[in-house]
Each structure stands twice: as C-alpha cells, then as structure tokens.
C-alpha cells in the first residue's frame, strides 16, 4: 500500500503564498508521476498540476498556469506545489496523487491509484 501525506495548507490573504508538500511512504510503483487536485464545497475535484518521475514533463490547469510550480525530490518521495498570487478563488480542500509512470502525467483524476487525504487551502479576499 501507498501512504500519501499533504501538508502546508493553511489561510492565507489574496495575493499571498502557500507551499503544499505531499511525502509518499510505503509500497509505491517504481517510477510515478505525482499529481495535484483540489476540490472546493459543491463542486467535483479538479487537477491542478502533475509532474513525471524525471520532473521534465509538467502539466498544469490553465487557471493556475505562471501561479503555481511543481516540482519534486525523489530521493525523498515528495512532491511540491508552490503557489503563488493565490485568490479567493484558490480555496479547496488540496489532494496529491500517484499514478505509475507509463500512464504519463496525466489530468484525470480516474487515472490515479493513490490519494492522500487532503490539505485545506482557504485564500481570503
């Protein structure tokens, strides 16, 4: 079993910065793309960003396209998500997922095996 762990959120003002961490233990697949969703009240998950094993191939949402940056460190199975100019509009509760690599980086949320439960993000405006 994969165990995900999320971790930074908190409440920030329009226009500020958070960090989000997501560090994998246990059985995981040997190379996995990392991937990032959120979800606010009412509505359906949504992805945001997602990154190879190698880190050369990312993906983002267009509505966090030039805000947020993902990157991650194998050697300590963690994946990053910098969010920066962040709006109201930001807020969600933030999950990581993993998928094995030779499904690409992909947007579905469908695709990945292993979530973690969550970090919440609330941007005041």
């Known amino acids: 079993q994969v165990q995900l762990v999320e971790s930074g959120g908190g409440l920030v003002q329009a226009g500020g910065s958070l960090r989000l961490s997501c560090a994998a233990s246990?059985?995981?697949?040997?190379?996995?793309?990392m991937g990032w969703f959120r979800q606010a009240p009412g509505k359906e998950r949504e992805f945001v960003a997602a990154?190879?094993?190698?880190?050369?191939?990312?993906r983002y949402a267009g509505a966090v396209k030039g805000r947020f940056t993902i990157s991650r460190d194998n050697s300590k199975r963690t994946t990053y998500l910098q969010m920066n100019s962040l709006k109201p509009e930001d807020t969600a509760v933030y999950y990581c997922?993993?998928?094995?690599?030779?499904?690409?980086?992909?947007?579905?949320?469908?695709?990945?095996?292993?979530w973690g439960q969550g970090t919440q993000v609330t941007v005041s405006s």
């Open positions: 997922a993993v998928t094995p690599d030779r499904n690409g980086v992909s947007l579905m949320p469908g695709m990945y095996d292993y």
């Open positions: 246990g059985r995981t697949f040997s190379n996995y793309v």
């Open positions: 990154i190879s094993w190698s880190g050369d191939n990312t």
